[in-house]
């Protein structure tokens, strides 16, 4: 089966975008997306079907994609490549496995994305399509940590054993984080623009989770919802004791651990962490945290809390890098400058 490097991309390009329109719909599913061409990169080569998969329970993506083909353009996949953001699975689970799917559909190419590691798939997927006859193949190195990104909430909570850890925090521009809490100025006191409050908000969207410190709960009673954004509200997790009633939906744990056990029990697959300093810090200092984003807020004034310091392998991503990944640098008066780990594959 001819293609080109050209063509592949674009492929994996397209499936990883479609992956990305259930971004905060599928867990504890991973977001993936498929789709088929056929001939890549051949004069007369075309787009047959895509799909993506776009909650826990419905169909796979592979699947979709087959089931959106005219009985015409199924004749065409032995000639046709299939790009799928991740190996397609080999286990019958709440749906068919997509592996056999795809080769009973007779499909000549599949490139994927990334391997699969529920232990269930791991492998089992690419395998069963070789051993059909299926040419497959990696997609190319970049677009390889691409679906890596897009599916890094699933991917590391499944390959560490662990929620994928986003650590948030608002401050000024000299790391102030809040301000004395007096009888006249009890607070909250707002650190970040309007406009980063709405960015907020839909990364609380995007994540499974949300969990502050009980002094923040019991200075600030924030809501901890996505009120600001049409999406889903995350669990609401507090670490220490709050001194004011919690409602029942929400969970208090004595140690980031335990809160990380219970989540990693409960099917969680992400939390972000949004302070105060005091949490922040002893998620940093146990290293656990996989990606950190800070609101620097343009106006200075007097802090009494300060934010934790950064790091040493927390890396910068550049101006361009962090944009690509779906981060503005700017929201209003706030600018924002997203760290991730130096060893990662990102
Ligand atoms: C694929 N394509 O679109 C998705 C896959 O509970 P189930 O049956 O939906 O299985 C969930 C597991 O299947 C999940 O942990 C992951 O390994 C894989 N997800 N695989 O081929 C898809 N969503
Ligand atoms: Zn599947």
């Not at 709440?94 to 798939?121: E, F």
């Not at 059909?132 to 940590?145: K, S, T």
């Not at 590391?156 to 986003?166: D, M, N």
Request: aromatic share 6%; hydrophobic share 40%.
């Amino acid at each position: 089966m001819q293609s080109t490097p050209a063509a592949d991309r674009k492929g994996m390009l397209r499936a990883a975008e479609l992956a990305v329109f259930a971004l905060g719909h599928t867990s504890p599913n991973p977001v993936v997306g498929c789709c088929l061409v056929y001939r890549p990169g051949q004069p007369d080569e075309r787009l047959l079907a895509e799909g993506f998969h776009r909650r826990a329970g419905d169909l796979h993506a592979e699947a979709a994609a087959l089931s959106a083909l005219s009985p015409e353009d199924r004749l065409l996949l032995p000639h046709a490549t299939a790009y799928v953001t991740l190996e397609p699975c080999a286990h019958h689970g709440k749906t068919p496995p997509c592996a056999d799917a795809l080769v009973s559909a007779g499909i000549g190419r599949v490139v994927y994305g990334t391997v699969d590691p529920d232990p269930r798939v791991s492998g089992n997927g690419l395998r069963l399509l070789e051993a059909a006859g299926v040419v497959v193949e990696a997609a190319a190195p970049e677009l390889q940590d691409w679906c890596r990104w897009i599916n890094r909430r699933f991917l590391v909570s499944v390959e560490q054993q662990r929620p994928y850890l986003v650590l948030k925090w608002a401050q000024t521009p000299e790391g102030g984080m809040d301000a004395a809490r007096t009888v006249e100025h009890p607070g909250p006191f707002p650190v970040s623009s309007p406009e980063a409050q709405v960015v907020v908000h839909r990364w609380r969207s995007e994540e499974d989770a949300i969990l502050v410190g009980a002094r923040t709960w019991d200075l600030d009673r924030p809501q901890l919802n996505a009120r600001l954004v049409s999406g889903r509200a995350p669990r609401r997790l507090v670490l220490g004791t709050p001194s004011t009633p919690l409602p029942s939906d929400v969970t208090c744990f004595a140690a980031p651990e335990d809160a990380l056990t219970w989540c990693t029990k409960n099917g969680i697959r992400s939390v972000l962490v949004e302070g105060g300093a005091s949490v922040l810090a002893s998620f940093l200092q146990a290293g656990l945290w996989d990606e950190l984003r800070v609101l620097t807020q343009d106006r200075p004034w007097t802090p009494s809390v300060w934010a934790p310091p950064l790091p040493d392998n927390a890396q910068c991503l550049n101006g361009p890098e962090q944009v690509k990944r779906g981060f503005s640098k700017r929201m209003g008066a706030t600018e924002c400058g997203v760290y991730l780990r130096r060893t990662d594959h990102t």
